[in-house]
């Protein structure tokens, strides 16, 4: 599956916001492991943003590794704070996808 994933293009962060707040683009969320309660309900999710041609990208670190979100606090921060999503619908079983979230205009962290 990571072959898969690494196959995708790729956007950093900033280029991502960009690309999530055109018109027409929607954002997925894809839960890579799911959480445990145990484990404080730690998990694994990746971000990807679909333009209105319907290529996909997904959110890669500088270093170009997958972007993985391991914490819930870490996952509103970003739908939320910096991708001023809709709305957040977070998967909770893995290999499950998430789709239809629209960036919002605005933020507290807008795109320049």
């Known amino acids: 599956m990571t072959t898969k994933r ?6 950093l962060e900033r280029d991502f916001r960009k690309m999530a707040a055109t018109e027409g683009a929607t954002v997925e969320i894809e839960c890579v492991s799911a959480p445990d309660p145990e484990g404080r309900f730690s998990g694994e999710w990746l971000f990807y943003v679909v333009n209105s041609a319907g290529e996909r990208f997904m959110l890669v670190t500088a270093l170009a590794r997958e972007r993985v979100v391991n914490s819930p606090i870490g996952m509103f921060g970003l739908a939320f704070g910096k991708l001023a999503l809709d709305h957040l619908d977070v998967p909770a079983i893995a290999g499950d996808v998430r789709r239809g979230m629209r960036s919002l205009a605005g933020g507290r962290d807008p795109v320049e």
């Not at 690494?6 to 956007?11: E, Q, T």
């Open 6 to 11: 690494r196959a995708l293009p790729v956007l």
